[in-house]
């Protein structure tokens, strides 16, 4: 039985308002939010509560089938590249080739690259030390070198799996984690040059200042070389991409296709990533190894549950019928691409965080793809970079990732508004006008 449009409506703005008000206000985690919004849209949208129940019970449970090992699997490598110095490395290799002249380009580029798999704050603060280094070394101002590494970051953080928002999302609408990777980096890397763009041209009117030096930006002896550094980022992609490529997303024949299959697959992939990055290490003791996996699983744990919840109220709205119900009231079949990347960005802007907003977006839009004339595998995968795009915009203070930026690079909320913020509404905008150019070679139907 469905309910009247307007009790519909109403129950949904309040779900996500009440997903706003707890996590910006009264700073409840997302989780929490997140589950009381499932029962009082529930009960909003007289589902039977042992059915409402259910409902999060087979959401959260599907998530943690998709997710689980590839997130939990995914921050233990980005913990690893930073203990053992392949980070360092990386970066030092990066900015040895663009050279100090264009010390801010060779951060941008560090962080696109390191940020594959290391989360956009984690890789800012590992990176901090030697931002701090180049800016002094080539006097460029401190904004500039900065917001170029935090864009960066950021570019892929949105678009690319196993970053939680947009893994959250390709299984939540139903996308080769191969496919969505290989055609993120194509949209991650105008977003990045946007930012860097940008930034250099509004960070020109600061001054050259900088803070002391962090020591993390030195090389070490024990680091390990370049291409042992890279293998653990580029042979996971690799194979990954490979699986994806040959179209080998079901049953296989034959011996070679199999075992491409089956080291292309994500959790596999990532584990021999997690591997390579160990061999990377010396002198590993017991306690090293416990405490840096016991880190992974911890901080793994806080973003599976966040992303299980999001699972957990998009399951309440299918069984809502939130499909039909938009469908009938609404003419969406124009709108196409337009509607996810608005919809995350009003929620990204809205309450801070790009994970939430991609997975509570995630969750809206699955029932809506065949009214959007994105139920097709293209239009999925167009989906799921336009709401990437949505994510990346706005940034501002109620960012976690805004305040990360601006407490370890010393600059003041004013500078970061004129500047890191713009920075996100322009690589959002850039982004989507990506998705759009690629829209139109897939040709969703």
Excluded at 141 to 159: D, F, N, Q, R
Excluded at 209 to 227: C, F, G, K, L, N
Excluded at 267 to 286: D, E
Aim: charge should be positive; proline fraction near 5%; charged fraction near 10%.
């Amino acid at each position: 039985m469905q309910v009247p449009i307007f009790q519909f409506v109403f129950f949904l703005i309040l779900g996500i308002g009440l997903i706003f008000l707890l996590s910006i206000k009264y700073r409840i985690p997302a989780f929490y939010s997140l589950m009381l919004a499932c029962l009082v849209v529930g009960l909003g949208l007289e589902i039977p509560p042992p059915a409402i129940i259910l409902a999060m019970k087979d959401g959260f449970g599907s998530i943690m089938k998709s997710l689980g090992f590839i997130i939990v699997l995914g921050t233990a490598l980005g913990l690893l590249l930073a203990h053992t110095g392949s980070s360092r490395v990386m970066a030092g290799f990066i900015l040895r080739i663009v050279g100090e002249k264009n010390a801010a380009l060779g951060i941008s580029i560090t962080g696109f690259v390191i940020g594959l798999p290391v989360f956009c704050d984690s890789g800012y603060i590992v990176l901090n030390g030697l931002n701090q280094s180049l800016s002094k070394r080539s006097n460029t101002p401190i904004i500039i070198t900065s917001i170029s590494l935090a864009t960066g970051l950021l570019s892929v953080h949105c678009l690319i799996p196993p970053h939680p928002g947009a893994t959250a999302a390709a299984a939540t609408i139903g996308v080769d984690f191969g496919k969505l990777m290989l055609s993120g980096i194509l949209i991650a890397i105008p977003a990045m040059l946007t930012g860097y763009f940008w930034t250099r041209f509004a960070g020109k009117k600061f001054p050259a200042v900088y803070r002391e030096e962090d020591s993390t930006a030195d090389s070490h002896p024990e680091d390990p070389s370049v291409i042992k550094s890279f293998l653990p980022v580029l042979v996971p992609i690799g194979l990954i991409g490979m699986k994806s490529f040959l179209g080998m997303d079901g049953e296989v024949s034959g011996s070679l296709p199999k075992i491409i299959s089956f080291l292309g697959d994500p959790v596999m992939a990532l584990s021999i990533g997690l591997v390579l990055a160990f061999s990377n290490g010396r002198g590993w003791t017991k306690a090293d190894i416990h405490s840096l996996l016991s880190d992974a699983a911890e901080k793994a744990g806080a973003i599976l549950v966040i992303i299980g919840a999001g699972g957990a109220f998009g399951a309440v709205l299918t069984a809502g019928k939130i499909g039909e119900q938009v469908t009938h009231a609404f003419p969406l079949t124009h709108l196409g691409i337009v509607f996810p990347f608005l919809l995350t960005f009003i929620l990204k802007t809205a309450q801070g965080s790009s994970t939430v907003a991609i997975i509570t977006a995630s969750s809206i839009l699955l029932p809506l793809l065949p009214a959007l004339g994105l139920h097709t595998e293209s239009g999925k995968l167009l989906a799921v970079l336009s709401m990437g795009a949505g994510s990346m915009m706005i940034s501002q203070a109620n960012d976690a990732y805004f305040w990360v930026i601006a407490k370890f690079s010393g600059l003041e909320m004013k500078s970061m508004l004129r500047v890191y913020s713009m920075a996100t509404l322009l690589m959002g905008i850039i982004s989507f006008v990506s998705v759009w150019i690629l829209s139109l070679f897939l040709h969703p139907s």
